[in-house]
């Protein structure tokens, strides 16, 4: 390990448990433990994975008017978000292309923010710049993040606390684990049910041990986490969406309220409004997509993709074979014109062209808990 790399307060744990660690975000993190990326992705589509997760970002935005403020950063609706119900949101650019995407939370007194491991320094630089003035922005180093997902979690959660099976997808709540306090929201980036748990540093190895006792739960490392969030058909920020790539182009306008939309009574005020209101009344060049191969051959970021007479048209930004398909899938920017469920496209793999078709996403359908 460099000297240079960050530890989670989980590093200690995840050697003794037999992680091979891998730089990440700045951080030394598991990629997989002993029995490997496939098994731990299929482990935690049927049981409960545990997933350390706390080389993300934890932040608090304090202050009357906090939530106009962090409205001010994104397109999305912060001002009538409910108390203790979540929200997936994105800081956007003058040019409307992603900063980065981040979840939040209103709470009490205060909007809790996760944001990603390696935008986490300029997230909070740009919240402190722009709205700083207007609200506390107060970073949370001494919290760990720790992620539990699988059809199982709530089972394994609810022997700590039987409470948590009272929330529903994408609300938050405090609760008592193991004796320790702690914020949970019910949500989690691998499309199955779960919950992501924010626990004193100092505490996180404690609980970690609390679930890794449940019969259900397994760790496991980022590998497993790639496959499972590219099955879900979720983006992974610096590969699937950044700063060229705008809402509108990352088909994920559903994150845009009708409020924050033109003609919406709040519309705009946020960076790169002009642009993004503008592809969503005219369309974009264009979209990202999902494609799905009959074919064997693992289909990788990078790969261009091409129309059936040749003609470059877009590339891949995410690719693996879908453990639980067991076909190559792949998330791309194609032509608009080509963007359509159901095209025949190829993708080029070592000079090869290897047949795929756009699909709908998610690739494996989600199993959120909405009550």
């Known amino acids: 390990m460099s000297a240079d790399l960050l530890k989670t307060p989980l590093h200690a744990l995840h050697v003794e448990l037999g992680a091979k660690m891998v730089p990440f975000g700045g951080y030394d993190m598991p990629v997989q433990y002993a029995t490997g990326i496939l098994t731990e992705h299929k482990h935690t589509r049927a049981a409960a994975g545990l997933f350390d997760v706390s080389h993300m970002g934890q932040v608090l935005l304090k202050g009357e008017g906090a939530d106009a403020a962090l409205e001010s950063l994104v397109p999305v609706d912060i001002v009538d978000l409910p108390r203790f119900k979540q929200r997936y949101a994105l800081f956007t650019n003058e040019q409307g292309g992603i900063l980065d995407d981040l979840m939040v939370t209103r709470r009490e007194n205060d909007l809790f923010v996760v944001v990603n491991a390696a935008c986490k320094t300029q997230d909070i630089a740009h919240m402190q710049q722009h709205i700083g003035s207007r609200c506390t922005v107060q970073p949370l180093p001494d919290q760990a993040l720790l992620a539990l997902q699988g059809p199982q979690a709530v089972t394994a959660l609810a022997r ?212």
């Open 160 to 371: 700590l606390n039987a409470d948590v099976q009272m929330l529903t997808f994408m609300t938050g709540g405090h609760f008592v684990l193991d004796g320790i306090d702690c914020f949970l929201t019910r949500s989690g980036y691998t499309g199955e049910d779960g919950f992501e748990i924010s626990v004193p540093a100092a505490k996180a190895e404690q609980l970690a041990r609390a679930l890794l006792a449940q019969p259900e739960v397994k760790p496991i490392g980022l590998g497993a986490r790639d496959t499972l969030r590219l099955e879900a058909g979720l983006c992974l920020y610096g590969h699937d969406i950044d700063t060229t790539t705008t809402p509108v182009e990352g088909s994920i306008t559903w994150a845009i309220q009708k409020v924050r939309r033109a003609g919406g009574a709040r519309a705009g005020g946020y960076p790169g409004a002009g642009v993004i209101d503008g592809q969503l009344a005219n369309g974009a060049a264009r979209k990202r997509v999902g494609l799905i191969s009959t074919e064997r051959m693992p289909v990788r970021e990078g790969a261009k993709v091409v129309d059936a007479n040749g003609a470059d048209i877009g590339i891949v930004t995410s690719g693996s074979p879908s453990p639980s398909l067991g076909q190559p899938v792949a998330l791309a920017y194609v032509a608009t014109a080509q963007a359509a469920i159901g095209t025949p496209v190829f993708a080029i793999v070592r000079d090869k062209r290897v047949a795929m078709t756009v699909t709908n996403l998610p690739f494996v359908p989600n199993r959120y808990y909405r009550g």
